[in-house]
């Protein structure tokens, strides 16, 4: 399977909302769990913010958005959303999705393979 493709950035006002996709190109995901992540302006690490099973549709978060970004499925199999509510400025990013194998649960902090190659993300940027 090729990488995930992220997709609905845009630019939105502080206290704003705005939803992102993330596709798989295959009819499913080909791993048990999908997690978004993110570059912010200014800080050279990539941020893991949520998770989800793709069959139980469990979910985790990073402190820095719990309570305001929400992961779901997609009624196709193969689509997996975030829903981002008061929108902050420092959330202004690039935001990226991966397939994780999830060995020891699907839990923010996890990271794909190593040979995953990741997708272009998709901006979002939130104006103060």
């Known amino acids: 399977q090729g990488p995930l493709v992220e997709s609905g950035g845009g630019s939105v006002q502080a206290g704003g909302s ?4 993330c596709t798989a190109s295959g009819s499913t995901f080909s791993t048990n769990c999908v997690g978004w992540y993110r570059d912010q302006i200014d800080d050279n690490a990539r941020e893991a913010i949520a998770t989800i099973g793709i069959e139980d549709g469990g979910t985790h978060y990073a402190e820095s958005v719990k309570g305001r970004f929400t992961v779901s499925r997609g009624s196709a199999k193969n689509m997996v959303y975030l829903q981002m ?33 990741w997708g272009q993300g998709t901006q979002v940027t939130v104006s103060s």
């Open 18 to 21: 705005l939803r992102i996709s």
């Open 85 to 117: 509510t008061g929108l902050k400025f420092e959330d202004t990013a690039v935001y990226y999705c991966a397939p994780l194998e999830a060995l020891y649960g699907c839990l923010v902090g996890s990271w794909p393979r190593n040979s995953y190659k």
